[in-house]
């Protein structure tokens, strides 16, 4: 189908935790090239943790505020095969299209909240690969809305109550105590958590533990408000709370996974120097 002008999506945002080694987002690209050529993809990251749906869903929810109008492809799909729906999910400010295993409705929430979702029965690719619906199933459809095709007709409705959705992280503050969920790390080796909330003032020491790993940090504002080498606990550029070693790696000494209970036990931050 040729693109008509003002219909359709310019962009195609890609994300899934394929890796690049074995040429699978490559493959995908170019099963949209061939459908939809006018279609500029746009790759969000293929370094999403194996099989790490909320890490998935996590860094959606972190990118689409940032990108152009899109259709938005993504892929991290452990139960590739089985009775798991693919589903394509319409916000006002774009198309998700992927695994209905709770990988895209937070970021069809941040998109304006979602309108409509659709299982996506047609235009796959014959025959359909047991392992790679990235290729044969969801990258035709994000082609074919590329193109202008209405997502409804990319199969039966779903409603979206019965859409799957992940269970919101478990945090709990008290005072002195903040127990909360590990996200994941990013390749600077911050470790990133689900609290939104510092809940103590610049300078204040915490010691920090994820599992059974701990380490000392002081809660600031940049990496640079702690010496080089040590830790720092900050708000990143997400707006979450996260344990960050200045020139180092936090994620080396505290070795997090996903999911991992984190402790942040909060200290007194130290008094002002008495004026002379």
Request: hydrophobic fraction near 45%; charge should be negative; aromatic fraction near 4%.
């Given at each position: 189908?040729?693109?008509?002008?003002?219909?359709?999506?310019?962009?195609?945002?890609?994300?899934?935790?394929?890796?690049?080694?074995?040429?699978?987002?490559?493959?995908?690209?170019?099963?949209?090239?061939?459908?939809?050529?006018?279609?500029?993809?746009?790759?969000?990251?293929?370094?999403?943790?194996?099989?790490?749906?909320?890490?998935?869903?996590?860094?959606?929810?972190?990118?689409?505020?940032?990108?152009?109008?899109?259709?938005?492809?993504?892929?991290?799909?452990?139960?590739?095969?089985?009775?798991?729906?693919?589903?394509?999910?319409?916000?006002?400010?774009?198309?998700?299209?992927?695994?209905?295993?709770?990988?895209?409705?937070?970021?069809?929430?941040?998109?304006?909240?979602?309108?409509?979702?659709?299982?996506?029965?047609?235009?796959?690719?014959?025959?359909?690969?047991?392992?790679?619906?990235?290729?044969?199933?969801?990258?035709?459809?994000?082609?074919?809305?590329?193109?202008?095709?209405?997502?409804?007709?990319?199969?039966?409705?779903?409603?979206?109550?019965?859409?799957?959705?992940?269970?919101?992280?478990?945090?709990?503050?008290?005072?002195?105590?903040?127990?909360?969920?590990?996200?994941?790390?990013?390749?600077?080796?911050?470790?990133?958590?689900?609290?939104?909330?510092?809940?103590?003032?610049p300078g204040t020491?915490?010691h920090a533990q994820?599992?059974?790993?701990?380490?000392?940090?002081?809660?600031?504002?940049?990496?640079?408000?702690?010496?080089?080498?040590?830790?720092?606990?900050?708000?990143?550029?997400?707006?979450?709370?996260?344990?960050?070693?200045?020139?180092?790696?936090a994620a080396e000494?505290?070795?997090?996974?996903?999911?991992?209970?984190?402790?942040?036990?909060?200290?007194?931050?130290?008094?002002?120097?008495?004026?002379?």
């Open positions: 189908m040729p693109h008509t002008p003002d219909v359709g999506y310019d962009w195609i945002c890609f994300t899934t935790d394929y890796g690049r080694a074995d040429g699978f987002p490559a493959v995908c690209e170019g099963v949209i090239a061939r459908t939809a050529p006018h279609a500029r993809v746009l790759h969000v990251s293929h370094e999403v943790p194996r099989q790490d749906v909320r890490g998935g869903a996590d860094l959606l929810v972190r990118s689409v505020p940032f990108l152009p109008r899109a259709v938005h492809l993504a892929v991290v799909d452990p139960g590739v095969g089985t009775a798991r729906r693919p589903v394509a999910i319409v916000s006002p400010e774009g198309v998700l299209i992927g695994p209905d295993n709770g990988l895209l409705p937070a970021a069809a929430e941040v998109l304006g909240g979602a309108i409509a979702a659709y299982e996506i029965t047609e235009f796959h690719l014959e025959p359909i690969s047991a392992t790679f619906h990235g290729r044969d199933v969801f990258a035709p459809a994000a082609a074919q809305v590329a193109n202008g095709v209405n997502p409804n007709a990319l199969g039966p409705a779903v409603d979206l109550d019965a859409l799957i959705r992940l269970p919101e992280p478990v945090t709990h503050i008290e005072p002195g105590r903040v127990t909360t969920e590990v996200l994941g790390a990013d390749s600077f080796g911050n470790v990133q958590l689900a609290v939104k909330d510092l809940v103590a003032d020491v915490v994820v599992g059974d790993r701990s380490l000392e940090a002081v809660v600031g504002r940049t990496f640079a408000d702690a010496r080089a080498g040590d830790a720092v606990v900050l708000l990143d550029s997400a707006g979450r709370v996260a344990i960050a070693v200045n020139g180092g790696s000494i505290l070795l997090p996974r996903p999911g991992d209970r984190a402790v942040l036990l909060l200290a007194a931050a130290p008094a002002p120097p008495a004026r002379s």
